[in-house]
């Protein structure tokens, strides 16, 4: 049945169109102003808001209330409290106070706080994110809220988040000011996240432990046919994938969750879906919401969404592309060239800070997307490589290097696209192509942040992308506020600034070796794995960068840095036990099942005297005979690594053996299994294949 979309749009969201129906007056114009100014709110106003908002919830049929907040877990976390209070006359009413509404205080002892608390010190607070609309999601009022400790440490992925947005907000609008501009009040960090994902049949999904337990599978041969044909791109969608999109897309939009864009991505059972723009604190709650709606919505659907970055080795992973600028209050995207970018000094000194920011800051930008699962992915023939760099385009880059060298760029005139057919329309032609394969892409107005994996949150990144750049405008603002001529040293500033970091501009191919040849001469950094990665974060320079900013305290920075590796070195141990589990208890059991009716049926043979050939079996028991003491003792090997590595007490070293030893062990053993795989038959072979997983979902 078709939907009245406007309608059922943010139905369940308690919005500026309900605050402002719902609240009197003056109470409406002070939480307004605490939004977009980010002043107090007071507590009688608050109990003012606390109660409109229970009222509107319960008419909605919510019957509870949640805290909702982001923790460093990688998921959202939720306590729910249901509203009502006793009358004292055996009956309830329902209440919801102004101080339940801006204050929580869950239990903080189980969360992941990297030292900065004994985990005997319970006392954690939730505080309300008036920026963040509340929301209703089964039956629950959810309040988003950011998450701190007893003693004032930011435990969540959002305090960090709310901080850097109003690092570049303030130095943003620093610059501003020096160009004349007096209207804008606030300058904002806008993002799009493009979310991939698969999908299977729940079925098959729960006869694969791997799947369960860690998001992928550990063992699995190529299938006949995977993504060789590119079929499945923009292919037509499936009818059972259509039905759960278009639930899936009603279920965000009742959120107001932005979802604008579906298709099938290129691996087979791989989709996207892609959101309009939103403020990157919204955008943050926004993604954190479509990854739980997708499995949810899933389940119902007798399905299952993965958000692993690899689920299956050889097809093409999944990523979730940032598509990051910043803009102000009044409208105006700070990073539209216009249509004469080489005369918008303005659009050129954004764009030079960025440039200057991913440069210097190339580390924490392959921090924010580092994680176990993003390692299988970044550098495969879908992602990009582990090396940051910059495409611009052919326009931009020529006017940068015309700056540079003092030279006339003269413009490039808008051409129509010559098709070759008369019937097809004309239309302009961009000025420079698009480029896949480049980590941190300029695509028109914005910046297009492609490595972050599809679990990941979108804090991280945005975090680093906020801070690096407030501090870049805010180095371009001591030195032009102290100008005596302030065109002469802002030609300069510009001009300088890219004669000194253009070795992070690249438009080629970023799959190319070639490339990681020519960045290691250009002195880029190549962290290939997290445990490359992680302890660029807490270098001094970045500890500095933070702490300037007020984003992060440096004992802050610490425990997420401990907090990393510990969760990577979890993960890979949850893994190498999930396969020595499922070797032991589906693998072996399936070969030897195999190997003993193999053998009966040629002792048959040989008892019959019938000059049957038994050179078939022999053949294959001789090959399963290697496989199996190949198998037995890469299993021991592994089993070793896992055991001897819990003897390491450092936890950046242990992070180190867990890569270099133990997921070594894993391959070693996954090519065995995937071996035996194509050669025991399948009526044995009890584990779901590939071939029947990616095309479990049917017509």
């Known amino acids: 049945m078709a939907k009245n979309v406007p309608n059922i749009f943010g139905s369940m969201v308690f919005g500026d169109a309900v605050m402002k129906s719902r609240l009197p007056r003056d109470t409406y114009k002070a939480l307004r102003k605490t939004i977009e100014n980010g002043t107090h709110l007071e507590l009688d106003v608050a109990n003012v808001v606390a109660n409109a908002m229970k009222d509107w919830a319960v008419e909605k049929g919510a019957t509870h209330f949640t805290h909702w907040f982001q923790p460093m877990t990688g998921v959202t976390a939720e306590k729910h409290d249901s509203f009502i209070v006793p009358d004292g006359k055996g009956q309830v009413i329902m209440e919801f106070s102004g101080k339940a509404l801006v204050k929580g205080e869950p239990d ?9 608390r004994a985990t005997f010190e319970a006392r954690g607070y939730t505080a309300w994110d008036p920026t963040s609309y509340a929301f209703i999601k089964d039956g629950t009022l959810c309040i988003p809220t950011a998450f701190c400790s007893y003693s004032g440490e930011a435990l969540d992925k959002k305090t960090p988040l709310l901080r850097s947005m ?12 020096l160009f004349g501009v007096t209207d804008a009040k606030r300058v904002v960090s806008s993002v799009g996240p493009e979310q991939e994902y698969f999908l299977i049949d729940k079925d098959m999904y729960f006869q694969r432990p791997d799947l369960v337990y860690c998001g992928r599978t550990l063992f699995g041969a190529r299938p006949p046919k995977g993504q060789e044909l590119e079929d499945h791109y923009f292919g037509a ?56 709606l997708m499995k949810s919505v899933a389940a119902k659907h007798g399905l299952a969404c993965l958000l692993h970055e690899k689920p299956f080795a050889g097809l093409n992973g999944s990523g979730k592309h940032n598509n990051w600028s910043i803009s102000t209050d009044t409208g105006i995207n700070l990073l539209e060239p216009g249509n004469t970018p080489y005369k918008n000094a303005q659009f050129l000194l954004f764009l030079v800070a960025i440039i200057k920011a ?33 495409f611009l385009g052919e326009e931009l880059t020529e006017i940068l290097t ?4 003092d030279a006339l760029y003269t413009g490039k005139d808008k051409v129509l696209m010559e098709i070759g057919a008369t019937v097809l329309p004309h239309f302009p032609k961009d000025t420079t192509d698009r480029n896949r394969t480049s980590p941190f892409a300029f695509t028109g107005n914005k910046f297009e942040f492609r490595m972050l994996g599809s679990t990941h949150s979108i804090a991280g990144p945005n975090i680093a992308l906020n801070t690096i750049v407030a501090e870049e405008l805010s180095q371009f603002a001591d030195i032009l506020e102290a100008s005596s001529d302030f065109k002469a040293d802002l030609n300069k500033l510009i001009k300088d600034t890219i004669k000194n970091h253009k070795r992070i501009l690249f438009n080629g191919n970023g799959y190319d070796d070639a490339w990681i040849a020519e960045a290691e001469q250009r002195g880029l950094s190549n962290l290939k794995t997290t445990p490359d990665a992680l302890p660029k974060f807490v270098e001094q320079k970045n500890i500095d960068l933070f702490t300037k900013h007020h984003v992060f305290t440096e004992q802050e920075m610490h425990s997420r840095y401990e ?72 299993l021991e090997k592994l089993m070793s690594e896992i055991v001897a590595v819990k003897e390491i007490d450092d936890a950046l070293e242990l992070a180190k053996a867990y890569r270099e030893r133990v997921f070594m062990a894993m391959g070693e053993l996954r090519l065995t299994v995937d071996e035996l795989e194509t050669v025991v038959g399948s009526k044995y072979w009890t584990l779901p294949t590939y071939a029947e997983i990616l095309n479990s979902v049917g017509q």
């Open 108 to 116: 903080a002892s189980s969360f992941p706080s990297g030292g900065l």
């Open 402 to 405: 015309a700056i540079e060298n």
């Open 237 to 292: 969608i499936k009818y059972r994938v259509a039905e759960y999109m278009r639930d899936l897309d009603e279920e965000l939009w009742k959120l107001g969750v932005l979802a604008k864009t579906k298709h099938n991505e290129v691996a087979p059972a791989q989709h996207e879906l892609a959101p309009i723009y939103s403020e990157a604190n919204v955008a943050t709650d926004h993604n954190q919401l479509t990854m739980e």
């Open 358 to 390: 991913v440069d210097e800051y190339q580390d924490l930008l392959r921090v924010s997307v580092a994680s176990a699962g993003n390692d299988h992915r970044l550098g495969a023939n879908e992602a990009p490589p582990a090396v940051v760099s910059i």
């Open 166 to 177: 109003q690092a570049i907000n303030e130095q943003a609008l620093r610059v501003l000011r």
């Open 563 to 634: 907090i990393l590796l510990e969760n990577y070195a979890k993960i890979i141990n949850i893994e190498a036990l999930t396969m020595v589990d499922m070797v032991n208890k589906q693998v072996v059991p399936a070969v030897l099942s195999y190997e003993s009716d193999l053998a009966r049926l040629m002792n048959r043979k040989i008892a019959l005297g019938l000059n049957m050939s038994t050179v078939l079996e022999e053949e294959l028991l001789n090959k399963l005979a290697k496989l199996t003491a190949c198998l037995s003792g890469r």
